[in-house]
């Protein structure tokens, strides 16, 4: 019956039949408990506030709402989805096109001037780096593993 239904690695489900196939599909996994596999549903290629309302009325499963750019979703807010019932949001490609915009920028900029000097305000600190990866706890605690002693009599 749904042969032309799709569950990807980590639990996005595809149908060619709609949502009474999609309702329909995920009910019957309910029912014989692979739900234990997939701990909760990532719904993809909803249109607006709606269908994230119909998808979330159907189903009484944690959700996962995909909220990438430039995809079929309208952008909705984090509040939007948890006032509708989502339990998890995610923004998987945000940054990285945050980021290549930036990158984008600064390369025009060192191919029209030669350098980055213009750029430096713009930048991340070095400082600021460290501070976001803990790097002096990583330092502390590499330092303890590699300076270690063992005691007893088989050193």
Known sequence: ??????????????????????????????????????????????????????F???????????????GKSELLTASQLTDIGYNVVIYPVTTLRLAMFAVEDGLREIDTTGTQSGLLDQMQHRNRLYELLRYADYSQFDDDIFNFTVEGPNQ
């Open 1 to 54: 019956m749904f042969e032309d239904s799709l569950i990807e690695s980590g639990g996005k489900l595809k149908t060619k039949r709609g949502w009474t196939s999609i309702i329909s599909f995920l009910i019957q996994f309910m029912i014989i408990g692979v739900m234990v596999l997939i701990p909760l549903i990532f719904t993809e290629a909803l249109t607006g506030p709606a269908d994230f309302e119909k």
């Open 56 to 70: 979330r009325a159907a189903v009484d499963i944690p959700l996962l709402a995909n909220m990438t750019e430039f």
